[in-house]
């Protein structure tokens, strides 16, 4: 065994070796993966080995499309059978809502190249002859779909690893993971140690175990999951025997399950409610292809289904049922990327569906190892996009329901409530009484909308269809009602959102932002390092800068609202979700001669924005403070009082609209709204919550992180040309970014007005069109309430973005005429802001 290596690899798994292939693919051959039983021992070798394309993540969508196209040309390149399946994958719809879906994962995957198929019916009984097709409304299918042998599989990848100059060492049992005083990581294990620059946990069930061996809270807890494999049926070896192809892969969602042929029988695979977590804290030392006591009561609705769906599988025994541990996060995508807080400790765990990432997985890691980024925008599965709040308990209960609804539909509004409410503002009770609908972001409840008062559906009127998957709501409060329908399409709450930013332009409005994620950066050193990191000039004291934190290629990595506050004491605001994400990346760039301290604040300050027409009006009533444009401008922030709660106000928001944000202590905060909320009674003023924050923004061409910002995106194209200063001085990204320009743009920042539109708006990675050609995507959509257009900020080709151009996109499966407006379709000139 070697005793020094580049990276090293823990994990023998799929996942694990398929990291190992690529690290050595990209030219690193001092690489070391540590096994500590056989490779595949873990859950690789009881994984059913389906590889779906099926997924409404960018990033997961993208992942799973490499490997697919990996495993396809692996054979030819190691000479091992990976028992590869091309038999296509169809799912099932038997509900409208379900057909929408469809419909909008259809849409993603154009823009991604995946190819998709809509099937009817009859096209359904043509492929599966042994399935009934009664009650569905149709199909889709990808016929690059498969299965695949996953021991198979790994094998594949590491013969590929080992020709390339890897090391494998299997039987080897990491006993603990220690920082070198030079900066480099020791792994000891039971064989002896190996000192390396770079360490990837690829652990499986065992990621909590690896992770406390270097102080992370891993938010892993596997699941378990079950699935039958029956004796074989006499038609479907009489189809062998005539040398039919195999039916494929079947699953009908509206019954949360998978089929597939397997030895002349089938495979039925449920995602059932009441699958328990396990391996809480980790599996035994001894562990190795485990398997749990199977418990098919838990199975009973699906394996009814099923076999109506195709009787067959009620007409012969059963010959195996397989109960092992499936890896989970609380979202159910995977976390791959770097650890936080730690340097060149890098994650790849949590693989729900590990055969069909582990390619993609190991192919991104690496880039992002070998060449400092990946290529593709990872944000849907950074390890950073969970926080300190996702725990054991946490885990368990979010675990479990991420599981249960793999099958459910992906509602762009639904909001999951397991373990909710966690974290609330000192003014959650208070919004809740004045009707607030509540989502939650990284742990935090946030209003959505708000109520009328005693509004509410009974649940019992609701028409719903006779499937299991059938929930299109939360939970009915004691009276059997709910507040809010989950749709693809415009739902019960979108002329009350409309309410609310109409009382924004006449009135004025208050809601909480306090998930913001908040530092503060000080010391003798801050600001020429802001200035060297940050995109945009480092504002003098007193005023506001939006501005971008870029990647070394060009892109757009973060985003913060800066404000100094006080001679060498900056505070930096942003998006509450990506708080972890956000400061993780700046702790890492911190000088290391401690010129520069930084401290997370989000915990510190609660923060109200009081927005709309009469804003200052009413705040004016509550401070001694001149609130006048002449001596509070816009884009400028002061220390007040509001009464006797002494707070930050600064002059800026994201709705477009007249406003303040005010940051007060946390303790302060409900002393602060209730007075606010007291004087405005003469004012009209009402809460507003964060679909109506959203409409506002979209008129505004507002952009968001991981949306129109992206490391895949240069700054320049998603527009950021007046934050961007190239004229300031060497700050990251900014020689690449040029180059970039200098070497010609893919894509252009556009905002669009999308006609006759009646009830399904633009949300997102729609694809757009032109004469039949993609030429885009959307990025963010929504009904404007303001200006009365359905409108969408996209990415397009750059020839196409000057205003008036003609356009298609496609929502929901159908085709809208669509025009390039100017920026900012609402107040252009920004004028309300300023006034």
């Not at 996109?809 to 920026?823: N, W």
């Amino acid at each position: 065994m070697r005793t020094h290596a580049r990276a090293v690899v823990i994990g023998g798994g799929v996942v694990g070796v398929a990291t190992l292939y690529h690290l050595a693919k990209k030219g690193w051959n001092d690489v070391v993966l540590i096994e500590r039983r056989e490779l595949t021992s873990g859950s690789t070798w009881h994984a059913a080995g389906l590889l779906p394309l099926f997924n409404l993540s960018y990033s997961v969508g993208q992942i799973h499309k490499y490997s697919v196209k990996l495993y396809d040309s692996l054979e030819a390149e190691t000479g091992q059978n990976v028992g590869f399946k091309k038999v296509s994958n169809i799912r099932l719809a038997r509900t409208r809502d379900r057909w929408d879906e469809y419909m909008y994962y259809k849409g993603i995957a154009e823009t991604i190249g995946v190819h998709v198929e809509l099937l009817t019916p009859d096209q359904v009984k043509e492929i599966w002859p042994l399935a009934e097709t009664d009650g569905l409304l149709g199909a889709i299918r990808h016929p690059d779909d498969g299965y695949i042998q996953p021991a198979d599989l790994t094998q594949a990848l590491a013969k590929g690893a080992r020709q390339m100059g890897a090391e494998i060492n299997r039987f080897t049992t990491v006993t603990a993971i220690e920082r070198t005083p030079s900066g480099e990581w020791r792994v000891k294990t039971d064989k002896g140690d190996i000192a390396c620059e770079h360490v990837v946990s690829a652990t499986g069930n065992f990621a909590r175990r690896t992770g406390a061996m270097v102080g992370l809270d891993i938010p892993v807890i596997p699941v378990e999951h079950q699935y039958i494999v029956t004796e074989p049926h006499p038609a479907i070896q009489a189809r062998h025997a005539a040398g039919l192809p195999e039916m494929g892969v079947l699953r009908e969602s509206d019954s949360a399950w998978y089929m597939r042929e397997e030895a002349g029988g089938l495979i039925l695979g449920p995602y059932e409610y009441g699958a328990p977590v396990c391996y809480v804290d980790g599996p035994d030392d001894k562990s190795e292809y485990e398997l749990f006591q199977e418990d098919l009561d838990r199975l009973g609705p699906h394996i009814e289904t099923a076999i109506a769906r195709v009787p067959a599988f009620g007409e012969v025994g059963v010959k195996k049922v397989y109960n092992g541990a499936i890896a989970y996060t609380p979202d159910g995508n995977p976390i791959v990327g770097p650890a936080w807080g730690l340097r060149n400790f890098w994650l790849n765990e949590g693989h729900s569906f590990g055969v069909t990432a582990a390619g993609g997985a190991g192919w991104q890691l690496a880039e992002w190892i070998v060449e400092g980024l990946p290529s593709v925008d990872m944000m849907g599965v950074d390890p950073r996009r969970f926080g300190p709040y996702a725990t054991r308990g946490y885990l368990r209960q979010k675990n479990e329901e991420a599981y249960r609804n793999v099958f459910t539909p992906h509602y762009p509004d639904e909001e999951r409530e397991a373990a909710r409410p966690l974290k609330t503002s000192p003014v959650y009770e208070r919004l809740k009484a004045l009707g607030g609908v509540f989502g939650s972001v990284y742990g935090w409840e946030r209003a959505n909308w708000f109520a009328p008062v005693g509004y509410g559906i009974d649940v019992s009127s609701i028409d719903k269809p006779d499937v299991i998957t059938n929930h299109n709501h939360p939970a009915p409060d004691l009276d059997g009602k709910v507040k809010e329908i989950w749709s693809f399409h415009r739902s019960n709450y979108f002329e009350h959102v409309g309410n609310e930013v109409k009382n924004l332009t006449s009135g004025v409005g208050i809601q909480d932002l306090t998930p913001f994620a908040k530092a503060i950066v000080s010391g003798r050193g801050a600001r020429p390092w802001l200035e060297s990191i940050l995109a945009n000039r480092i504002p003098k004291r007193g005023r506001i800068a939006l501005c971008h934190l870029l990647t070394p290629r060009g892109g757009v990595q973060a985003e913060f609202t800066l404000y100094e506050y006080a001679p060498d004491v900056f505070y930096l605001v942003s998006a509450g979700a990506l708080e972890r994400h956000d400061h993780d990346i700046l702790n890492k760039l911190l000088p290391k001669d401690g010129s520069v301290q930084m401290h997370t604040a989000t915990m510190t300050y609660g923060v109200l924005a009081v927005a709309g027409l009469r804003s200052r009006e009413l705040l004016q009533h509550l401070t001694d403070t001149d609130l006048s444009n002449a001596a509070f401008p816009w884009l400028t922030g002061k220390s007040l009082s509001i009464g006797p709660v002494d707070c930050v106000a600064l002059r800026v928001n994201f709705i477009g609209e007249l406003g303040f944000e005010l940051h007060v202590p946390m303790p302060m905060m409900a002393t602060l709204f209730d007075l606010v909320m007291k004087e405005g009674s003469a004012y009209g003023i009402k809460p507003f919550g964060v679909r109506a924050m959203m409409s506002c923004a979209v008129e505004k061409s507002y952009r968001n992180i991981g949306r129109e910002l992206s490391i895949e995106y240069a700054a320049l194209e998603s527009g950021l040309d007046r934050f961007v200063r190239l004229d300031k001085g060497d700050f990251i990204g900014r020689d690449a970014l040029i180059a970039w320009r200098d070497n010609g743009f893919a894509n252009r920042f556009v905002t669009l007005e999308i006609l006759d539109v009646t009830d399904a708006d633009a949300r997102g990675s729609e694809p757009i069109y032109q004469n039949g050609t993609l030429v885009g995507r959307c990025t963010t959509g929504a009904f404007g309430w303001r200006t009365g257009k359905s409108l969408s900020m996209a990415m397009v080709r750059p020839d196409l973005g000057d205003v008036g151009t003609e356009l298609d996109v496609k929502i929901l499966g159908k085709t809208h005429r669509a025009v390039v407006v100017g920026e900012s379709p609402f107040d252009a000139g920004n004028e309300r802001l300023r006034a």
